[in-house]
């Protein structure tokens, strides 16, 4: 298990290596100076030269690599060409925003999941059941942006309950939590229909299983089998698919931010990248894939703590 | 008494009914031996006793365990008999045990159910029943994973599961079948001596003749979902009465080997139709080689010293009746 853990966590770093230089590259490619976007048309060579050399955007881009790295590790992240802020604070403050809203859509994804995978499954071949997997087909098949305007529509335009964008501070956490309300319903939903999925997948294999039979056989009635011998191993699948999902719904916030206009971190990497405000978008990219790469180093030790197959390998 | 009478047990899934009106008796420290093809309702049969059946699958009929009938006690009194008083080993051992559990713990899992033994206690009662399946160093395999274990030995821990509450009745499903050849003389031995020290009652379902004629004592012929021959090991397999029962010793004596394949081939004409799809009449219809018109009515089961029989023109009872064609192809 040690062994195994330093061995994926070589791959981690080798992996937030290899990210780190598309993320500069690719942004670092894109089309126009950085300089001339922040003075606009109107500004005269000179200046333009002038601001590229303040920046560093003049030094080789190996050197520009290294400096921002350098910054990455040591945390300091430095400050926006553009709003003049220290990226830190506004890291974090966006953070702010969308942690609370991913978990929300966690939540609320589980909270759809759970019953729908396991009564459906629980229902099989009942007319009940059939409906619950048709519940999580149709949250799976409508994109987050549509089932989220849907909702704006529904609850912020025809009854006014919950607010359709913005976001207060925390220091009101009532109405902030109401405005992360719909965001994370629209997130989770999707969610809660690919969840429900898998889980209905492995409580059915669950049931069919010769150990849950074994079990019964002992003389454990079904409610006693399915926890002493069902809960771990229908865990298995689902902590890989958790995993995916919680990645799935960091890069699903983003698109939901822009939705309902909310300070998170999609709204940041958005303007920052029409901003040309390269530090500030790469340093997101980086930490965006920096933390679904460690979800799913968690996602690997996790399983592997959880099924004794694989414990004894490397 | 008998340890376990089974009365006109039936089986049904939507409709078809997949076992008909099944009844035998198990005495204590009897062998009593099922045989038929795959298909005959061999499995359904011992499911249904211990109410195991799968989805869609219902039984009706009785199976009285001592004085209790496991079809018409509650859900609750048949948990407190399934593990306890009546155990049955599965065909497959691969898949029979919880991949994410310790051996040890599930070995004495029936024993903390039923007798209420702390985990300290069941896991040292394990570790002895492991050592009385003849399980090399129970200490350690005690704590290993089941993929740890070869399928010998799995099959191993499976019965001892089944004994771990000394039941009074143990039923085993082709125990040996998923087993390499090598070792499934050494299981049933292994199977053979724990039946003895307990003096259970031991139904064993099967297709090996030989291990038949080695182990049990009596047999019970199934086809069709129905009982179409009983009676003592010794007058089953020298003097078979239905055509079907002969035809299985005709096959298993000749055993013929494929020479390119090395499987042995089929020696029944004909093969198991699919659950629904036996002729009305005598379910063999189709298949036998003494079929007359008059099977196309259900012939009743009918005792005959400690024999019973369901044919119209039995094997070596008397002379087929005039008027029968020998195809049996009579639909
Ligand atoms: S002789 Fe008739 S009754 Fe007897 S097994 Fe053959 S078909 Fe069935």
Redesign the interface.
Known sequence: MVRFAAHRLGILVLSLVGASVLVFGALTLLPGSPAQVILGTQATPQSVHHLTVQLGLDKPLWQQYFDWLHGMVTGALGTSYVSQLPIGTQIWQALQVTGPLVLLGLVIGLVIAIPLGLFGALLQGRATGAVLGAIGQVGLAVPTFVGGTLLIIVFAVEFHVLPASGFPEWSHPGSALKSLLLPAISLGVVEGGIISRYLRTSVLDLLQSDYLRTARMKGLSMGQALRRHGLRNAMLPLVTVGGLELAGLIVGAIVVENVFTLPGIGTLLLTSVNNRDLLVAQDIVMFVSGTVLVLNLLVDLSYRLLDPRLAGRS | MAALSVRDLSVRAQGLELVRDVSFEVHSGERVALIGESGSGKSLTAMAI?G?L???LSASGEARLGDEDLLGVS??RR??????RI??I?Q?PM???????RIGR?VG??LR??RGLSRRQAAEAAVKLLARVEIPDPARYAHS?P?QLSGGLRQRV?MA?AISCDPDVILADEPTTALDVTVQRRVLELLDRLVREEGSALLLITHDLAVVSEMCDRVVTMYGGRVVESGSVESMLTAPQHPYTDALLAASSAVSIDGASGEPLPAIAGSVPAAGQFPPGCPYRDRCPRASQQCTTMPPLEAVGDRTVACWHPVGREEPAAGITTEGTLK
């Open positions: 211990v195991l799968g989805r869609g859900e609750r948990c407190q008999l399934r593990g306890d155990a049955l599965f497959d898949t029979a045990l919880d991949p994410t559990m599930q899992e029936a159910q039923h994973y993929h499976m599961i």
